[in-house]
């Protein structure tokens, strides 16, 4: 996993909901590029066929709150997000972004700070976040060991991969 990123940004608010983020009419899809296709459908159709590979969304507060989907973060990845970065993010959420290899990173007021459009460039090792139009820099909160090194093996399920291919 990189741990410096830079892309353009797509301002979503608050409170983005499961179903927001994946709408529950595309459920019986499986297949997950599909899965990305129809990402923040509940904001708009033409997101993610236009959405910049590696681009990074940035929200209000509640990012993900609703159900405990993984579609939600699956297709995030899928329409090939980078990062989302959020002023919050709902618990269950986190955890499904993070252990499927999604970087979450909570920067409290960048929903006021950014527009769409905007380039970010987001270290994700120091919390740095540079709105690279103006050279503002923000802060983010650090991530733990823990979900860095499950960012770092691509996801959860890698990681415990190699954990057991070692043993």
């Known amino acids: 996993m990189q741990t410096l990123l830079t892309g353009k940004v797509l301002v979503v608010g608050d409170n983005v909901d499961t179903d927001i983020i ?49 579609h939600a973060p699956i297709a995030l990845i899928n329409m090939g997000a980078g990062a989302v970065l959020a002023d919050s993010f709902a618990r269950i959420f986190f955890r499904n972004g993070i252990n499927l290899g999604l970087p979450l990173i909570v920067c409290k007021g960048i929903s006021q700070r950014v527009k769409d459009g905007q380039t970010l460039t987001v270290d994700i090792d120091s919390g740095r976040v540079c709105v690279e139009e103006t050279g503002e820099v923000l802060q983010s909160e650090p991530l733990g060991d823990k979900a860095m090194e499950i960012l770092q093996a691509g996801g959860i399920k890698p990681l415990m991969r190699r954990r057991y291919q070692r043993s």
Do not use: M
């Not at 499986?30 to 904001?43: E, F, M, R, V």
């Open 22 to 70: 994946y709408p529950g009419r595309f459920l019986e899809l499986t297949d997950h590029k599909q899965i990305g296709s129809h990402c923040l459908a509940g904001i708009s159709e033409d997101i993610a066929p236009s959405f910049p590979k590696g681009g990074i969304v940035v929200a209000g507060r509640n990012f993900g709150c609703g159900s405990s989907r993984e």
